[in-house]
């Protein structure tokens, strides 16, 4: 997302200076040159940068953003002022130059610490059958879940967090009706911000000693609300959240939209390395998450051995395989600078099997920049000395907003040590081996259906 600002200027010629390239008059007198005039040109602008991607893409920053505390508006991928200043707040806090604009490097940082959040939270994208609602729930906050006929409930063990949605039918309702009963009950409640639109309303403040966000929308005689308390002691773990909550909130879905997040393919393709020559084989875990069947290309079904879920590792066994090659992973210190050898989806190498490499950057919290392909999900990476650096976890990114968004995918490195770590768990010492990848990586195939 580097931006080139052109640095050159234009010189404005009159017509009359194109006659002093001419022959000279029938009189002999020249003609006088004609003062040139340089034009600076406008210079990019951060928001010009920011309108030149794809709007997914904008939608995913403003997302990460906001999980961060810097951004607080619509997440809905349009540019504007706050999404800029909230770029600067994110650049200033890493202690980079306050650009605006979002290098390659910064935007794996920022992507990697908003994933963070939201693991921290269990944010994901749920459709409540009972009340018809699209909505992002923080599972980890609020477990206990509850029903009934207005509508469903989930709370926090304590209470300390209550996040309920409600549906019910009125005659004739407008929204500053409905705003206006939700100001008065229950009783005692303070607003501090009201928004009231034809077909929404926002209302936010205190209700006793919780704080409250209420966000109210209208379809004909169906009325949808959703309400989100929390004690002032989370705050700061909250605030982020709804943020996230109201942009993903869709109280009317439609479609595809009513199922939630994009569905996992049916047939999903990883890199696996073979780590020793009786069979094992470590994978990416996301690759081969909800498998009906694994495969590995050429040598037949695999087995589930061990998995890490906190690190997304996963040890499969295929047993009675010949040939198989471990990779060496030797110990040192990485450098920065890696080569990632993968099997890309078959899809975008019409169909072959092909091992290729590509060159990646790993930053200091392990993003990867640029992310690699399909396919490459667990693929090793080897530095310019031949060190094994780790392996490469492509993450797909779900952005809270007016519909369920699958932006680029963002790239990371699980280190060369916790590797090692997960495979002397599981009894395998991964000692010599070779050190040419090439030869020690297969196509990991999940079957989910």
């Known amino acids: 997302m580097r931006s080139a600002i052109a640095a050159s200027f234009v010189i404005v010629v009159s017509a009359a200076a194109q006659a002093q390239t001419a022959s000279p008059s029938a009189g002999g007198i020249r003609p006088k040159p004609v003062a040139t005039v340089p034009v600076r040109p406008a210079l990019q602008t951060p928001a010009d940068t920011a309108n030149a991607m794809a709007q997914a893409e904008r939608q995913a920053i403003q997302s990460d953003l906001a999980w961060l505390g810097h951004y607080n508006g619509a997440i809905n991928g349009e540019v504007s002022e706050r999404m800029v200043a909230a770029i600067k707040a994110f650049q200033k806090d890493q202690g980079g130059k306050q650009t605006g604009v979002l290098n390659p490097q910064e935007r794996g940082v920022l992507a990697e610490a908003a994933k963070k959040r939201q693991d921290n939270v269990g944010w994901k994208i749920v459709f409540d059958a009972g009340t018809g609602v699209r909505l992002g729930i923080p599972a980890k906050l609020v477990p206990q879940q509850s029903s009934d006929a207005n509508g469903v409930k989930w709370t926090s063990a304590t209470g300390t967090i209550q996040i309920q949605m409600a549906r019910r039918k009125e005659a004739g309702p407008t929204t500053a009706k409905l705003a206006e009963q939700e100001k008065k009950e229950p009783a005692g409640r303070r607003i501090d911000y009201s928004v009231v639109k034809p077909d929404f309303f926002v209302l936010s403040g205190m209700q006793g000693l919780k704080k409250f966000y209420l966000r109210g929308q209208i379809r004909g ?4 609300i959703l309400t989100i308390l929390y004690d002032q002691a989370t705050e700061g773990t909250m605030e982020p959240v709804v943020i996230a909550m109201s942009s993903a909130f869709n109280p009317f879905p439609n479609g595809a939209q009513a199922a939630g997040p994009p569905p996992r393919k049916s ?11 009786d069979g094992a084989i470590l994978a990416d875990r996301q ?12 040598h037949g ?16 066994r295929v047993y009675g395989a010949r040939g198989l090659t471990p990779l060496r992973l030797n110990a040192g210190a990485a450098k920065s600078a890696v080569d990632l050898t993968g099997i890309a989806d078959p899809q975008n190498q019409g169909g072959g099997a092909a091992v290729s490499t590509v060159k990646a950057q790993a930053a200091s919290d392990l993003a990867l920049t640029p992310a690699p392909g399909l ?10 000395d031949g060190v094994f ?4 976890q492509l993450k797909p990114v779900l952005v809270a907003g007016p519909t369920v968004t699958a932006a680029a995918p963002q790239a990371a490195l699980v280190s060369a040590a916790a590797v090692r770590e997960f495979l002397q768990a599981n009894g395998v010492t991964a000692a010599g081996g070779s050190p040419d990848p090439k030869t020690s990586v297969v196509r990991v195939i999940c079957v989910r259906k």
């Open 221 to 224: 005689d169906e009325v949808r």
């Open 267 to 277: 047939v999903e393709y990883g890199t696996g390395i073979v780590v020793s020559d």
């Open 287 to 298: 690759v081969i998450d909800g498998c009906m069947s694994i495969v590995v290309a050429g």
């Open 301 to 316: 079904h695999a087995d589930r051995s061990a998995e890490d879920k906190d690190r997304e590792l996963a040890l499969l």
């Open 375 to 384: 396919g490459f999900s667990g693929a090793p990476a080897l530095d310019d």
């Open 389 to 392: 650096a780790g392996i490469a």
